[in-house]
């Protein structure tokens, strides 16, 4: 509603996201960017600002164009994680997510 204090909040946030998502893309190199959570489903000035400040921060031209979607799950992404890992751990399998040895 036009609060200055909430408006720099939000874009600092936005800001901050997109620099540390863009440090992740030039390490890891994906195809696409899943945003969930809470942080997947919020708009307006937040995800206004966390997209293009990640394009730009991202250093393969070629990478800045990938796609950055939210997740399928909205808010509740983070909980089917948390019941992935859950269940995995209750199978007795112990896992590595980057390879899986079993």
Sequence with gaps: NGDKDAIDILT???EALGVSVAFLVNVLDP???VVGGGLGTASGLYW???VPTCREHIFAENSRGLPIVTAMLGVDAGLAGAAAVVLTKKDGRRT???YDTN
């Design 48 to 50: 206004d600002k966390f």
């Design 96 to 98: 590595n997510y980057a």
């Design 12 to 14: 600092s946030a936005g």
């Design 31 to 33: 195809e696409m960017i």
